[in-house]
């Protein structure tokens, strides 16, 4: 690792689902190429969940950025967060790009946030680690208005 480097030149946000008081139902995010990346972290996380809720999350492969051919990576689901224990947590599920089915063309992730019940507070985040071509900030979306 190169401890030169500063923390914007490794890592990049790629996705964000900003903090908000979602409705009961399914979020899909954008999907991005990671394809300029190692791996991948997502990270999910809970205020206070409505009453009896439950917030699952999962990271999806597709061929492009139109989510053509999504489908759920093996082995990249949380364990269901719910009311009784899930208020202000946070989830982390890691990615290597490798891991993705790279023969048949899937080089795009998008994160699906499943809320049930009840409206509840959460918000999640996708990033690249490790650029194969430096910085990794090039690849930060327009939403990300300042770096210092």
Excluded: W
């Amino acid at each position: 690792m190169n401890l030169n480097a500063k923390p914007s030149e490794i890592v990049a946000l790629l996705q964000s689902h900003s903090p908000q008081s979602q409705a009961a139902g399914t979020i899909n995010t954008n999907c991005v190429d990671v394809s300029k990346f190692h791996t991948i972290m997502a990270v999910l996380q809970t205020g206070v969940l409505g009453a009896s809720a439950t917030v699952d999350f999962s990271l999806q492969q597709a061929t492009d950025t139109s989510a053509t051919g999504v489908k759920n990576i093996a082995g990249k689901a949380l364990t269901q967060i719910v009311k009784a224990s899930g208020d202000d947590k946070q989830a982390i599920i890691n990615l290597r790009v490798s891991d993705l089915d790279v023969e048949g063309g899937f080089d795009c992730v998008r994160m699906k946030i499943i809320v049930g019940t009840a409206a509840s507070l959460v918000s999640a985040q996708l990033y690249g680690i490790g650029p194969r071509m430096a910085p990794a900030s090039d690849s930060n979306p327009a939403t990300v208005v300042q770096v210092v």
